[in-house]
């Protein structure tokens, strides 16, 4: 039995999806947002309350581990351990082990107990997601034909996470993946210049980048309820990126390489969602 955590979000309803089209067997995690698939064991889980976790690992041999806030895994990462779960696939972020962001130091926190437990484990450890234009900028660019961002000219290999689903799930029902760590990128790294150009190309309609100071940034990301914490570690990741001081542009060939097929280009990622940004 696969245990899919974070199964109402972005990254694990696409992965439960394939799970589900492969028919493995699999128990969906859900907190708050309700699931969006029928057919589907489902159990509630808050990482905050202890209580609610052995029952949902009960007869679990994988656990696939993600959440929003990180420092909120670790309970858990216990909890599996102390359930007999075999192995734990953890979603991670690029150059956790190589970069000093915050977010990046929080999540390698997390690999390393991981790692203390004895359970298998691997390690997904994706660049930004594609999908932040959804979730984070999707409301700009259709009610105002903009993005704002303080990234700069920076150059990043976002990665499609229909792509870091995908991959998941080959790890999660595939042998020759224990004990490794995946840097995930996607084939190209761009500048957010060159997303509004794809972007205004695609929906045919101009969409500006509109670049923002540190400051009006972070203020920005809390007048939209952003948490005041989660607001300054996007702001130094930023800052480190415009600095040049990441390897947010670095490609990697790990997605081909699983998947047998290139990862998805942001072209591709913009015509596939253009009716959320407000196009045909
Ligand atoms: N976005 C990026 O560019 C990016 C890049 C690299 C790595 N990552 C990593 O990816 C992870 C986020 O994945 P995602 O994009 O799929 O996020 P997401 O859509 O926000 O999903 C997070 C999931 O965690 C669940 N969750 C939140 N608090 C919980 C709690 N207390 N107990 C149990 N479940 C809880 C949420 O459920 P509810 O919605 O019901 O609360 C949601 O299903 C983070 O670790 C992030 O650092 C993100």
Known sequence: MILVTGASGTIGSELLRELVRKGEPVRAAVHVRPLDADGVETCNIDY????????ALEGVDSLFLLSQQVTHEKPMVDAAREAGVRRI??????????DT????????EIE????????????????????????????????EDAFYDSIGDARVSRIDTRDVSHVAARV??????????YELSGPEAITHHHAAEVLSEVLGRRIRYVELDDDSFRRRLIAQGVPEDFAGFVEDVNRRNRNGETHDDVITDNVRNILGREPTTFLRFCQDYAPTFGGR
Do not use: C, K
Not at 101 to 108: C, E, N, P, S, W
């Open 48 to 55: 905050d309350r202890p209580e609610t976790l052995s029952p």
């Open 89 to 98: 696939v953890y979603v991670s972020s690029f150059g956790a082990d190589r």
């Open 101 to 108: 962001f915050i977010v990046g130091q929080l999540h390698r």
């Open 112 to 143: 390393l107990r991981i790692q203390e437990t004895g359970m298998v484990w691997t390690f997904l450890r994706p660049n930004y997601l594609m999908q932040n234009f959804i979730t984070l900028m999707g409301h700009d660019i259709r009610n």
């Open 172 to 181: 999660l029902t595939e042998s020759g993946h224990d004990n490794r760590a």
